[in-house]
């Protein structure tokens, strides 16, 4: 009996174990997957031996960050990580990025998305550091980074040349220095977040669209600085599906009207953006015509009729519609947008 029960459990280990973790592990947060390595050898090996599990490193909002980091990157197992989060983790620095530039460095050959997010004690050294280890970076991102200025960004652009998305909202001291080395190094870039950007200008941002003009994805929150004259260049974005403005208080319907010509949009958020009358929101319902998501919030100069002109184009397509505060337009109870959106599901994005 004892001799059964001995081969039922090595039986249990060895071909049990690795079917049921092969199944739940895939399943599992990277958090999960490190206990349980911890609960029998068998399960510690089992979980080695897949490497797609081991291709990503989640320290956000974690205590001493920058040690977990190093200590992670020198397993054998995190040999070919593609992503690693560090969103408001505590305790990294410019010296841990140091430390893994010259002691980590070929872990981070294959690293594509890197999430430095919050991150505040990040300078453009430790940029500088980081983006040395990782040629095939394709996803970066430092919001909320007070310390970053243009000499980070042309650490970025020299070390890694293969960016598509870009996240720099927050970066208050980013200029027009930095838009133009984004323009000029990465033609093939899909997504840029400037939010609260404040020091950039038009002539920067013109910079972008002009030799950025695969971007799909344009986040402007909170830059109320762009006039005009920033969007006339605009159109050539062919293939934008995201904009959002909130708070561009300078965009007149000359500015929207050339926005208009990005017929692919499917999100656009024009909250705040006071100067907008209904000639505007109309030459938006007339050229773009699967637009989904549209908020008007607080825009005081439109009426019934842009929402008769979006009716007729997007009737089948937009289901988030906000025109809170627009007390131009009468007709605006749950109700009366449904008979005009039928598919209507979100009537508030901002509260």
């Not at 430790?126 to 430092?142: D, H, M, Q, Y």
């Not at 005081?300 to 937009?318: H, I, W």
Request: contains cysteine.
């Amino acid at each position: 009996m004892e001799g059964e029960g001995e081969e039922q459990t090595s039986i249990w280990n060895k071909e049990t174990v690795p079917k049921v973790m092969k199944i739940v592990s895939t399943r599992l947060a990277q958090r999960d997957l490190i206990s349980l390595l911890l609960l029998s050898p068998w399960i510690h090996r089992t979980l080695i031996s897949y490497p797609s599990l081991w291709l990503s490193i989640d320290l956000r909002e974690m205590n001493n960050a920058g040690d977990r980091l190093i200590a992670a990157l020198s397993l054998p197992r995190y040999q070919h990580v593609k992503q690693i989060s560090l969103e408001f983790a505590q305790d990294i620095d410019g010296d841990h990025l140091e430390v893994i530039k010259s002691k980590c460095l070929g872990s981070l050959q294959d690293l594509e998305s890197l999430n430095l997010n919050g991150c505040q004690k990040i300078s453009d050294k430790g940029i500088e550091a980081i983006t040395s280890c990782c040629p095939k970076l394709k996803v970066f991102s430092i919001y909320w980074n007070v310390r970053a200025t243009d000499e980070g960004v042309k650490h970025l652009v020299k070390n890694c040349k293969y960016i598509v998305d870009l996240n720099f909202s927050g970066c208050k001291h980013l200029s027009d220095k930095s838009l133009q080395l984004v323009a000029d190094n990465y033609p093939e870039l899909e997504s840029l977040n400037l939010t609260r950007c404040v020091k950039m200008t038009d002539s920067g941002l013109q910079q972008v669209f002009v030799k950025c003009s695969f971007l799909q994805s344009l986040n402007l929150y909170a830059l109320s600085s762009f006039t005009d004259e920033a969007y006339k260049k605009i159109s050539v974005l062919s293939h934008l599906k995201f904009l959002d403005l909130c708070g561009a208080q300078n965009l007149s319907d000359d500015g929207l009207s050339c926005i208009a010509k990005c017929k692919k949009l499917v999100s656009l958020n024009l909250t705040w953006c006071v100067r907008v009358t209904d000639v505007g929101v109309i030459a938006i319902a007339e050229s773009c015509t699967s637009l989904e998501f549209l908020s008007l919030f607080g825009i005081v100069g439109v009426t019934d009729k842009c929402l008769e002109a979006l009716s007729k184009s997007c009737a089948n397509t937009m289901t988030t519609l906000d025109v809170n505060g627009c007390i131009g337009i009468k007709r605006r109870s749950r109700d009366d947008l449904l008979k005009l959106f039928p598919y209507l599901r979100c009537f508030k994005v901002h509260s």
